[in-house]
Nanobody
Framework: QVQLVESGGGLVQAGGSLRLSCLPS????????MSWYHQAPGKQRELVAL???????NYADSVKGRFTISRDNAKNTVDLQMNSLKPEDTAVYYC??????WGQGTQVTVSS
């Protein structure tokens, strides 16, 4: 079992920045890939960014150049630095481990 706790969401104006953090606990030594997803009201949950245990990253086209995912393997934390935020980034952001374990989500709201 792996538990994930997200933090760092909030309200920000367009063009601003937020940093999300995800802290895993439990069987963290089994985790390979970690990722961030978001889900806007009435829409499906979508991948935002992914990072493997070797540091290989992948981003959704909509966030490339604006968001950066990073991982501290010693602390087992995964962060998502979000810059140049847009109103369309408004969503609940979820941390995920190995496409199996999910956090409870953290709300990000970007005002225009």
């Amino acid at each position: 079992q792996v538990q994930l706790v997200e933090s760092g969401g909030g309200l920000v104006q367009a063009g601003g920045s937020l940093r999300l953090s995800c802290l895993p606990s439990g069987r963290v030594f089994t985790i390979n890939a970690m990722s961030w997803y978001h889900q806007a009201p009435g829409k499906q949950r979508e991948l935002v960014a992914l990072i493997t245990d070797r540091g290989i990253t992948n981003y959704a086209d909509s966030v490339k150049g604006r968001f950066t995912i990073s991982r501290d393997n010693a602390k087992n934390t995964v962060d998502l630095q979000m810059n140049s935020l847009k109103p369309e980034d408004t969503a609940v952001y979820y941390c995920n481990a190995d496409l199996v374990w999910w956090g409870q989500g953290t709300q990000v709201t970007v005002s225009s």
